[in-house]
């Protein structure tokens, strides 16, 4: 092996662990930002069930005001 192919393979070498470092670095930000996906996926599920029994309850008093409102339609038009 001649200076010079031995000059070029380790100037591959060295790029390749370049690439690999920064390869890994990616990996470990990706795991990091995979994490904190994850705990604030487990926050919103642990929040749908209260979120959703807060929705039908609004949902609820919605539709008494509604009924509350059309009963008194009714009762002044039936009355007058």
Do not use: C, H, W, Y
């Amino acid at each position: 092996m001649s200076f010079k192919q031995a000059k070029e393979l380790v100037e591959r070498i060295e790029f390749t662990e370049l690439t690999l470092k920064k390869t890994a670095d990616n990996i470990d930000r990706s795991t990091l930002k995979f994490n904190e996906a994850l705990k604030l996926q487990e926050q919103i599920v642990k929040l749908m069930p209260i979120k959703d029994k807060k929705l039908d309850f609004l949902k609820l008093l919605v539709f008494l005001n509604i009924g509350f409102i059309a009963g008194l339609l009714v009762g002044v038009f039936l009355f007058k």
